[in-house]
């Protein structure tokens, strides 16, 4: 799942933040307002051409500069990280039409494994709560996938 970030405030080249700021990443601090939501991989798709050194710098290059640019912005104090889900997965489990379906699933087909992690009954139920947030638009895979 994407990583949401809000911007707490504007980036100011002159503001000492306490951390050096290597040159590759004013581009990205100026392109942030204050108040905004963005997630790391749309950030890259829709300023693509804007972050690199070069015009012609590739899409992961751009994506590097968002991320990175965005764990200097947690030192410095101008993003922090948000939690958009509606719901936590143990909550999304607990719902009477979930535990229902999780009760007819079968568990894992492994006798003496005491982490339920990787039974077919949490996997199910993991992308379950996936397609829950992605139809209630909360869950972004970075790109229309309907094209």
Same mark, same amino acid.
């Given at each position: 799942?994407?990583?949401?970030?809000?911007?707490?405030?504007?980036?100011?080249?002159?503001?000492?933040?306490?951390?050096?700021?290597?040159?590759?990443? $004013?581009?990205?601090? !100026?392109?942030?307002?204050?108040?905004?939501?963005?997630?790391?991989?749309? =950030? +890259?798709?829709?300023?693509? %051409?804007?972050?690199?050194?070069?015009?012609?710098?590739?899409?992961?290059?751009?994506?590097?500069?968002?991320?990175?640019?965005?764990?200097?912005?947690?030192?410095?104090?101008?993003?922090?990280?948000?939690? $958009?889900?509606?719901? !936590?997965?143990?909550?999304?489990?607990?719902?009477?039409?979930?535990?229902? =379906? +999780?009760?007819?699933?079968? %568990?894992?087909?492994?006798?003496?494994?005491?982490?339920?992690?990787?039974?077919?009954?949490?996997?199910?139920?993991?992308?379950?709560?996936?397609?829950?947030?992605?139809?209630?638009?909360?869950?972004?895979?970075?790109?229309?996938?309907?094209?």
């Amino acid at each position: 799942m994407n990583s949401h970030y809000q911007v707490l405030e504007r980036f100011d080249p002159d503001k000492n933040y306490e951390i050096r700021i290597p040159p590759r990443y $004013l581009k990205f601090f !100026s392109l942030l307002k204050e108040g905004d939501v963005i997630s790391p991989i749309e =950030f +890259a798709h829709t300023n693509h %051409g804007n972050l690199g050194t070069r015009e012609t710098s590739s899409f992961d290059t751009s994506l590097w500069i968002v991320k990175t640019g965005l764990s200097h912005g947690l030192q410095m104090g101008l993003v922090k990280k948000v939690e $958009l889900h509606p719901m !936590s997965f143990k909550d999304f489990c607990k719902l009477e039409t979930v535990e229902y =379906f +999780a009760n007819q699933l079968r %568990g894992s087909k492994f006798k003496n494994i005491k982490s339920k992690q990787y039974s077919t009954q949490s996997q199910y139920l993991y992308r379950l709560w996936e397609f829950n947030n992605w139809i209630i638009g909360y869950y972004s895979c970075g790109k229309n996938s309907f094209e």
